[in-house]
């Protein structure tokens, strides 16, 4: 009885509170009816009209508004950007013109793919080239006014050829109507295969007047996509031409002059045409556009009851069901209905039958945190359909999936997460997949000696000289490790200690995760500072990433009250960043950057502090602040549902901080009553009594009537259903600091023992250098080491006391504890020739600068990867150098090494030029060396080494050298105009 009332309290707000809904209404009223007759025998109100798609279409959100079904293979939508960073899901709220309706997006990446097949409605004068190519090209003008989206619909007028577009879609297929409100001049249907991304092969094939099929295989993000389609109207043309030539693959369609309404039909497919027909004529074999559109609003209103929300808020409201909306866009179905799918290995298979859909999209560095583990409570069934793909994969490409599009591995972020995905499931029993299989490819990959994955496992960090974003790698594959971990109770594989490689990353000294190099700590340090130490993130962003064992994380920090200040420190620091720029940390309070993943988990720590109540403070303020029912609606890219999966979860008061431990952390519900109603055909109802803006900290909380004296509810008292009830108030309640937090790994495995280190950030040195030794000590530690260049062992020099050095030396060290060693670190302090003197005319970039002014006599060669923090990097000038001897000196060769990455705009010199002084005052210019022209030939990251004979005897007082910046990009570059960056490690002379 209390359920029917809450059911009905929510219809009535529904149905008469919102505009979108009284706007529906007026302009679709007729759709409306059909719609309403469809789902009114089903659902008590329509959820969708709660959806607001241009939330997250401004700003850096990277959403689109257009049309899609739930997890569904096609998205068509406006383009009105066809490159740039906030063009990636191929729509900008800011933008004016539309240049015509594309078939698939990417929701909220940022990367840019997709947009395949681009449709332009045309009337009067066709228009063949895009306006964004050529002045005065196809592109019309549109209004936000006079422009609608629902979940599966869009809709919007466009000005200069007066044209009504309705959009909707199938699972697989797209339902165009062009309404010509002119009825005078022949009507126009551009189709344009060249839109977009780089087009490999193509090909139109025209059928009868009424019927096309074709394809496009682009190269992208994606290195090999494949769209095939098959495409009908409903009028017939008059007259079909294809433009071939040029580089051109467009067909423009003429239809007669008393076509007012137009509709397309287009069945798409990554297998070939007759799977785009297959799935055409299966679902979509009608005209009849609102049973179409009816059809994927009930769809998409059976995934959204998933979850009964009310407020009060009607933005809330929208901010929810809108960001349940996003996180039910990806993964996307990659089977047609005939089961066939193009697989990894870019081969064709067919599903058994005992096998469901096939999926792609995967962003798995982002929707690992919160978007699988709502998954795990609204979509129990395709996370098995999830995991299964993971394993097809594994069985076609060879490893787990990381960053998968369209069946090709991108490569793209760092860890493996598909391994958090298959443990949180499992931990959870959710178990429908060979697990023996997933328990093999999960170790398989983590094997993969890739990405500094080896070094992980033998050295138990990643040194910052051998593999960019080192500190981010170490922490994530540590967890990574942890949930592969979690599958391998009773099985044959060993469970290995790497899971605790995050504590070699730990910096005692200054309480942060640091870079490591050769033993040495990364140098110089500032926790602000974005480097490629740290993946789209700095040291403040990553230094809490433990998730697995927050335990030892806050005792390294010192204990309860440590991690909270460090908490307190994080969030009331400034908001000021320094080192390269990085477009994606947004959204920060202090150094919580809340528009990038790697702090989504961080303030639900205070729970594991001695100041819970912080934790619902900042949830509440990070749900208010960074969450609108605007275009500019998310505070970062939207990230395949990963940014919006984190606020479903915290707006239901709940959080889940390591996926793969099965208990959700308790934040600060945001509704007034929730209902989660599960596939296992029980719900959790969830009432939140006293609640209101102010009334943000948690009173008491009850789960079926019995009192909850702890800071998290376990995954199976969750999907048992039953009451949650919450009572809020406007102060904290301090009886509920006692209380337990969410079981964690709080202690290090004896036989665990961390690496140690060298205090000495230096490298060279003058006279003497005085070198410490130190390690984090797990039970009784000793420290040994070697001068001599031997591995060392617990036989060797025991370690009591500073090393002072006098001349180049390596120093190798190792720890033991009662219970095993750690891996050997190992350093050669080098003892610079004190009659060489560099003096740097240019001034380097603070994030590339290196090991600091004396980088380039440093006698550190770099390689291929200019992330190491080996290369020194100069934007936008000059490299201007000279070198001084205290006494002259015969040299027959003079060079310097430069790197080139120019995908990363960094480029060769233009020309090197070298000079000799015998005075130490006027410089003989000896040769000047002028590089060839690079090209995109010249796209792979490769270094090179300019050097030049001096064919003389004279001794020389100063070398000097001046290598040209290579000037702007050019125009085949990305980055067209643009400055560029030189990079350089050594001066060497012999």
Known sequence: MKLILIISFFSINILYGTSQIDELKVAEKKSDNQIKKILSDNDSFSKSLYVNPFIGTGGHGHTYPGASAPFGMIQLSPDTRHEGWDGCSGYHYSDSIIYGFSHTHLSGTGIPDYGDLLIIPQNKKAKINPGYIQKNGYGDIFYHKSEYASPGF?????????????????????????????????????????????????????????????????????????????????????????????????????????????????????????????????????????????????????????????????????????????????????????????????????????????????????????????????????????????????????????????????????????????????????????????????????????????????????????????????????????????????????????????????????????????????????PSEVNFNYTEANSWQYSLYAPHAIGVLRDLLGGKDSLELWLDKLFLSKSKLSGRHQVDITGLIGQYAHGNEPSHHISYLYNYTNAPEKCQYYVDRILKEMYSNEPDGLSGNEDCGQMSSWYVLSALGIYQVAPGNPYYDIGRPLMDKAKINMENGKSLLISVLNNNNNNKYIQKISYNGKELNRHYIKHEELIAGGILEFKMGNSPQLNRKKFPHAPTISKLPENFVPVPFFNQTKHNFKDTITVSIDAIKNGPTQLYYTLDGTKPNNRSLLYKNPIKLNESTTIKAIAYNNKGKSSIISNTFLKKDPEINLILKSKYANQYSASGPETLIDKIRGNNEYRTGDWQGFWDQNLIAEINFEKPRKIDTIGIGFISDIKSWIFFPSEIEFSVSYDGKKFHRLQTIKTKKQTKQDMYPHHKDFKVKINQSKRIQKIRVIAKNYGKCPPWHLGNGNDTWLFADEIFFN
Not at 242 to 267: A, C, M, Q, R
Not at 443 to 465: L, P, Q
């Open 154 to 526: 869009y809709r919007v007028h466009l000005e200069n050829g007066n044209i009504d577009v309705r959009l909707t879609v199938s699972d697989r297929c797209g339902f165009h109507e062009y309404k010509f409100n002119k009825s005078q001049g022949k009507k126009f249907i551009l189709i344009d295969l060249d839109h977009r991304d780089k087009l490999i092969d193509s090909k139109i094939n025209i059928i009868d007047k009424q019927t096309l099929s074709g394809y496009r295989i682009s190269q992208d993000w994606a290195e090999e996509q494949h769209f095939y389609f098959y495409l009908k109207t409903n009028v017939e043309y008059e007259k079909a031409h294809i433009y071939k030539k040029n580089g051109k693959n467009k067909l423009l369609l003429t239809f007669p002059k008393e076509s007012n309404t137009i509709k397309v039909k287009v069945g798409i497919s990554s297998v070939d045409e007759i799977g785009a027909k297959s799935n055409l004529e299966s679902e979509i074999n009608h005209w009849n556009f609102n049973k179409t559109r009816a059809e994927v609003t009930k769809k998409w209103n059976e995934e959204l009851n998933k979850i009964d929300f009310y407020s009060s808020d009607k933005e809330i409201m929208t901010n929810f069901y809108t960001s349940l909306y996003h996180s039910f866009l990806a993964p996307n179905i990659f089977n047609d209905t005939d089961r066939r799918y193009r697989g990894r290995d870019n081969k064709i298979h067919k599903l058994k039958e005992n096998e469901s859909n096939n999926y792609t999209v995967f962003s798995l560095w982002d929707t690992y945190r919160a978007t699988h583990p709502l998954y795990t409570i609204t979509q129990v069934n395709r996370t098995n359909d999830f995991i299964n793909v993971f394993l097809r994969q594994y069985e076609q490409g060879g490893d787990l999936p990381v960053w998968e599009l369209a069946a090709n591995e991108t490569e793209c972020m760092i860890g493996y997460h598909s391994v958090s995905v298959i443990a949180d499931a499992y931990s959870k029993g959710i178990k429908d997949y060979d697990v023996n299989k997933a328990v093999e490819a999960m170790n398989s990959t983590a094997k993969t000696n890739e990405y500094g994955k080896k070094e992980f496992r033998e050295n138990g960090y990643i040194n910052s000289g051998e593999e960019p974003e080192s500190v981010s790698k170490n922490l994530e594959y540590s967890y990574d490790d942890y949930c592969i971990g979690i599958m391998l109770e009773n099985k044959k594989f060993k469970k290995e200690n790497t899971a605790f490689n995050f504590v070699n990353s730990f910096d005692p000294n200054t309480k942060f995760m640091r870079a490591r190099r050769s033993g040495k700590w990364f140098h110089p340090f500032n």
